[in-house]
């Protein structure tokens, strides 16, 4: 039988092969600190673990644009100044309207003709184109033959005719209601001379182109030339 050699006893002290025994040199080593003061941890030689690699931490986020300006952080921003307004130059005045000038005519008659010259103007100025709505008849005297006539149909009905304005309207001399109508014919049929001044005055106020005076005295502003008189018989008018 074969003769194997002796094996050589194995000191289990003793490191293996290829794994440098440990000095006294190292163990110092491991207890000396590092610069700066911190303890560096030195693995020993046997069985050591190397450190793992650093690994990288999370990338810094990108900066987030600056968020909008509010209205209010705006409006605390001081602006432009405002500039002043201009001075507006003073408007001149305009020349105050001159008021229209009413033309007068008188028809010479005596209070008992004084409506029938009043009468015969009337169809006078309706047969040259005037229209029913733009003529006034006033009495000094007594009332109109037609105005007696309206007035059976009750004041309110004889009053509308007056706002309507659609027809020849007949009232008395002393007319209180506000009425301007283009032509007026006033007929002087009686009362005092006062009263026929008087009445002229406020005829005159209510007309607004013409005024045709029947009898009584001419007045002053009166035109020389009379006014054509017509048919003799009144027009009528519907109720």
Not at 2 to 19: D, K, Q, R, T
Not at 159 to 167: C, H, I, R, S
Request: proline share 16%.
């Amino acid at each position: 039988m074969p003769v194997f050699p002796e094996e050589p006893e194995i000191n289990e002290s003793l490191p293996g092969p290829g794994v440098p025994s440990p000095r006294e040199s190292d163990a110092q080593a491991l207890r000396v600190p590092a610069t700066g003061g911190a303890t560096t941890a030195v693995p020993s030689a046997v069985g050591a673990v190397p450190a793992p690699a650093p690994v990288p931490g999370p990338r810094p986020a990108p900066p987030r644009p600056a968020a909008p300006r509010t209205a209010a952080a705006r409006a605390d921003r001081p602006g432009p100044s405002p500039r002043p307004n201009p001075i507006p130059k003073p408007t001149p005045p305009r020349p105050a309207p001159r008021p229209a000038s009413v033309e007068v005519r008188h028809v010479p008659a005596t209070e008992a003709e004084a409506l029938d010259r009043a009468d015969e103007t009337v169809d006078q100025l309706l047969d040259s184109g005037r229209d029913p709505g733009t003529v006034l008849v006033l009495t000094v005297g007594a009332a109109h033959p037609w105005q007696q006539h309206e007035l059976t149909f009750g004041e309110e009905r004889y009053w509308a005719q007056l706002a309507e304005g659609g027809d020849v309207f007949y009232a008395d001399a002393e007319l209180t209601r506000p009425a301007r109508r283009p032509v007026v014919v006033l007929a002087v049929n009686g009362g005092p001379a006062d009263r026929a001044a008087a009445a002229y005055a406020k005829a005159l106020r209510h007309a607004e182109a013409l005024l045709v005076v029947c009898g009584g005295a001419a007045p002053a502003t009166a035109g020389a030339s009379r006014a054509a008189t017509g048919a003799s018989a009144p027009r009528r008018q519907s109720a």
